[in-house]
């Protein structure tokens, strides 16, 4: 018996090594899915922060997508799923929501890493199987409306929306400077005590008004290469959407584009601006029109019903695509504030996403973090929200001039 247990101290040893450095990989990985993007990180980028050798990882996992595998099943989806439960759980307490939000405003690794896998997971299949499907399974049970009311699951929805798109916008510069408390509590007491919902269907157009079908404003050669550009990002991902594919899908050449763009990056940037362009005067006009015709309350709720519609899902993918790029790429962040500084001063009279109210920062993040749980989750589009947008936005705080001024004095009856 002694020199079992002797011999077996070594072993014990080596296991409790082997265990630390399965924590050090870990949690190296975590950190530069976080700051680096997913598609950046590779076995030699982490094994050379972490001091060890390649062997060391292979040791571990087999694959990159098994890596993500382990660090899904043994880490993130905890944090991540944790989180968004916590979220729903004090969704009708405003001092619980802030709390509950508080580590999704902050950004913190965990989360945005895991959340970047579930990003990463639309376009590679082995992360689909084995973060995406299951990530989407959590969700779809907690969005359930048989098992949650139709209201119910329209506020978790919207918790969760909330929460997931100030993930996204922690990656933005001004997002620290922002007090969010008072918009918070006031969702809160919105989540707390939903109205009764309204037939949408008076409201809008058989299909979805908000589809981009072509782009505007540019040359016939030009706005179609700009849009193969958007519909192989949104089929492929950025890192695999090759430029000779994207050509070759309107019949052109890579001549033709380099004549136009220098690089990848700017045929993406160039793509974005006209996709944010002509969406934002299809939602604008859409709203508008509506909002002669419409209470504000149900003027909201038809435009979340048509951001998720199912028409939109390859423009969804390319926006949160967009959205992971735009943390790694500086050109393309500088985009995104410049389009966004125009959107407060519409909105707001602002004159920078720093100066604007709270309402429009949180506005924004719905505005991202619904569209991204529609990909997970398809059929939320279908969810009653005008029992939430109605409060929303009777308590809204007034904002003078801007879009928001023009729809309020063009306010009219509800549906019904």
Known sequence: M?????????????????????????????????????????????????????????????????????????????????????????????????????????????LVAAFELVLASQWEEPLRRGVGEPAAEVLAAWFDPEAHGPVGAAVRVAAVGLAIGLLIRSGRPWTDAIDLGSELERHAAVFADPGDPVDLDPTIDEGSPLRVRQFNGTDGSTARLLMAMVETVATMGYRRATLSHTCASIGVTTGFLFARYDTKLDLMVAAVEATWSQSTVQSQSLALDLAGRFDLGIVEAALWREFLHPDLGDLRRFLMEVERLARMEPTLMAAIAERETEAARQVAGATSPWDAPPSVEVGMALGIGLPAVALLVPSIWTLPFSALTVGLMASEPEVEGGLWGERAGRRGPGVG
Do not use: C, N
């Open 2 to 110: 002694a020199v079992m247990a002797t011999s077996d101290v070594p072993a014990r040893r080596r296991s409790s090594r082997a265990l630390e450095l399965d924590g050090i990989l870990q949690q190296v990985a975590i950190e530069q899915i976080a700051t680096m993007g997913w598609d950046a990180v590779s076995a030699r980028s982490i094994t050379a922060s972490a001091g060890v050798t390649i062997g060391a990882f292979y040791a571990r996992f087999i694959s990159k997508a098994e890596l993500a595998r382990q660090l899904w099943e043994q880490v993130l989806a905890d944090h991540l799923l944790g989180a968004l439960g916590r979220v729903i759980e004090a969704a009708h307490d405003p001092d619980g929501l802030i709390e509950a939000i508080a580590p999704f405003t902050a950004g913190s690794p965990e």
